[in-house]
């Protein structure tokens, strides 16, 4: 699939806090925005994501099967576990990706809150392959590298040398 | 390898062979004093021993046992420039017999390590009892000075020629184990290069080396 | 555990007054530590760094990832209150130069371990790695087997300084330091190289080996390879005026 990079328009990686850390266009020709216009737009997304995240609906739970024998506590807790996520287990992930009819943006996050959004062509396949890459190339390139100061701008020369040519001709 | 479990079987089938093995002239009980130097001359080890094979009890009887304590050393530290000298010439690892220091019959046998360090291993046979000196006062002495001065063969024992090639295959075995230790020591994360090894494990496979080989 | 409480009921057993209970329990444990090995603390499994093998991690793989964090760690260690990129550079080569001695010996070991492994072959046949005893025997170690202990492959290239001024520099060629695989320097100190630390462990086995050495890691990138280094290796005046007396000598 020759298409699948070409696909890929830009990157932007925000940091815990909602700062922006990290931007680049992988093609020419696209509208540029002011370097605090891409802070806006990190920051603004940061917030976005954040109300997703926190009006995901609960759903009500199908069988309240507690045995009535456990405790005499058990009373007040079908009251507060009425509801809950339908996947308990799994975290709230909120705003996950944003289609409009000329591109695709994919968020990811990761585990101690960083995001990679990633704005695709909407035809562009299998970009959770490539957001995982870029994952990868982030820990290996920014999080090893001593001269990177956590929550900073990244400005690590081998990992924009190394996602250019993967994106580029996937080495 | 093959020639030392040779050297051994062979001295062990001697001591099978007569029952008195205190007659027997390859049992020369020889007198060692072992050092191991950094490379700037500094002493990191000691150890004086004797030989444990065929019945031997391992304990050093010098021939000045009153002097033996810094005259070991003096003669040690004097064969140094010969082993400079040696270390230049020689790319092996094991130098061999280097130096001899006649009035105390002492010979002294090298091996340099690659990052310097320097084990030198001194030699010294018992009086022989033509000297008619009572030497070390030990009371198998006289008995082994009779059958060494009988029998020339014990120019050509194990121990008794320090020069020979046996005997150099023995100090190469010993020297080796000695070197494995030694690299074990130089690898722990809290030896630094230059310190004197104070081990106490070290020196119980030291004193287990001189017992297996010499 | 079990020794102390031993200890503690022999005090029981042996002191007669209470009061003096505790002084005879630190004695006779003291005693009973004594007779096992004076001033010695053995580990849980009883062995010591003298039981196990050294080539017993000879083929054993390294983490790639957990050496870049920790060489990340000694590299930002190493960067607490320097005055500037040789200070930071100095320190990355004082933290390399134990590495190269130590790694000297190990190195030795191993090469004649395995040539003796081969039992069978006579013990003539032992001992094959020579000391290097000229630059050319040393440097081709550090090129080759030095290289693939650290780094499972040999270095690039080996180059002898073509200025006459200068005979006593060498070159060793490295396209990809396995060090600086992860590391990208800050624009502010774009003439920094982190394998100062390598060449800090070239600087231990040269010196190691009687070969007064200075050793610099110099960053030389091309199109193909971006951290090529280059480590310039330059012995002393008396290892030069040596390596005339030991050609005359026909030393090899």
């Not at chain 1, 009251?79 to 409009?100: F, K």
């Not at chain 2, 064969?79 to 001899?100: F, P």
């Not at chain 2, 018992?126 to 020339?152: F, V, W």
């Not at chain 3, 890691?217 to 030991?246: C, I, Y």
């Amino acid at each position: 699939m020759p298409d699948k990079h070409r696909g890929v328009f830009s990157l932007i990686i925000i940091n815990k806090a909602g700062g922006l850390i990290y931007q680049r266009e992988f093609q020419a020709g696209l509208r540029k925005l002011s370097t605090n216009d891409y802070l806006v737009l990190a920051g603004t997304f940061h917030g976005v994501h954040a109300i997703t995240r926190s009006i995901t609906p609960k759903i009500p739970i199908s069988q309240p099967a507690q045995p009535p024998a456990t405790s005499s506590t058990g009373t007040a807790a079908p009251a507060t576990s009425g509801y809950s996520y339908p996947n308990p287990g799994v975290p709230v992930s909120g705003l996950d990706h944003l289609e409009t009819d000329k591109f695709r943006l994919t968020c990811f996050q990761t585990l101690t809150g960083t995001k990679f959004l990633l704005f695709t062509d909407p035809l562009t396949g299998s970009v959770d392959t490539i957001i995982q890459k870029i994952y990868e190339l982030y820990a290996d390139f920014v999080m090893k590298n001593p001269f990177y100061q956590i929550e900073m701008p990244v400005r690590c020369e081998a990992f924009d040398r190394h996602l250019g040519a993967w994106l580029r001709g996937r080495t | 390898m093959a020639a030392a479990s040779k050297a051994t079987a062979s001295s062990s089938s001697t001591v099978n062979g007569s029952i008195s093995t205190l007659n027997n002239p390859r049992l020369l009980k020889m007198s060692y004093y072992f050092t191991i130097l950094s490379p700037t001359d500094t002493p990191l080890f000691n150890i004086a021993f004797g030989t444990s094979k065929g019945g031997g009890d391992g304990i050093a009887r010098f021939r000045f046992p009153e002097t033996a304590q810094y005259m070991n050393q003096f003669i040690i530290h004097s064969s140094l420039d010969i082993l400079e000298e040696a270390q230049w010439t020689n790319s092996g690892m094991y130098l061999k017999h280097i130096d001899t220091y006649p009035p105390a019959a002492a010979y002294i046998t090298a091996f340099l390590t690659p990052s310097g360090a320097r084990f030198l291993l001194l030699h010294q046979p018992p009086n022989l009892p033509s000297s008619t000196s009572t030497g070390s006062g030990l009371g198998s002495s006289s008995l082994l000075g009779t059958a060494g001065s009988t029998t020339r063969a014990s120019s050509s024992s194990i121990a008794a020629n320090p020069t020979s090639p046996q005997t150099e295959e023995a100090v190469r075995q010993f020297m080796s184990e000695v070197y494995e230790s030694y690299v074990k020591t130089a690898m722990s994360p809290f030896y630094k290069q230059g310190m004197e090894i104070k081990s106490p494990v070290f020196r119980t496979r030291v004193t287990a080396a001189g017992k297996k080989w010499l | 555990m079990a020794a102390p409480r031993h200890a503690t009921m022999q005090s029981i057993s042996n002191g007669g007054t209470q009061g003096s209970d505790r002084p005879h329990t630190q004695q006779s444990q003291q005693a009973q530590q004594s007779q096992q090995s004076p001033g010695l603390r053995v580990p849980s499994n009883r062995k010591t760094i003298y039981d196990r093998h050294l080539n017993r991690s000879r083929n054993a793989e390294l983490s790639r990832a957990s050496f870049a964090f920790l060489f990340g760690e000694m590299v930002t260690y190493a960067q607490r209150r320097v005055t500037g990129i040789q200070d930071l550079e100095k320190r990355l080569n004082e933290q390399g130069y134990p590495l190269g001695l130590r790694l000297l010996d190990l190195l030795f070991y191993r090469s004649t371990s395995t040539s003796s492994s081969a039992l069978s072959s006579s013990s003539t046949s032992s001992s094959p790695p020579n000391r290097p005893l000229r630059i050319i025997t040393l440097l081709h170690l550090i090129h080759g087997p030095l290289w693939r202990l650290l780094f499972g492959r040999a270095a690039d290239a080996l180059e002898h300084s073509v200025s006459p001024d200068t005979p006593n520099e060498y070159m060793i060629t490295d396209n990809d330091p396995m060090v600086n695989t992860y590391i990208s320097a800050p624009r502010d100190m774009s003439m920094l190289n982190c394998a100062a630390y390598v060449a800090g462990i070239i600087e231990g086995v040269c010196d190691g080996c009687g070969f007064e050495t200075k050793v610099s890691a110099h960053n030389q990138p091309t199109e193909l390879w971006p951290s090529r280094t280059v480590f310039l290796v330059r012995f002393g005046d008396a290892v030069m005026e040596r390596e005339k007396v030991l050609e005359r000598a026909g030393v090899k």
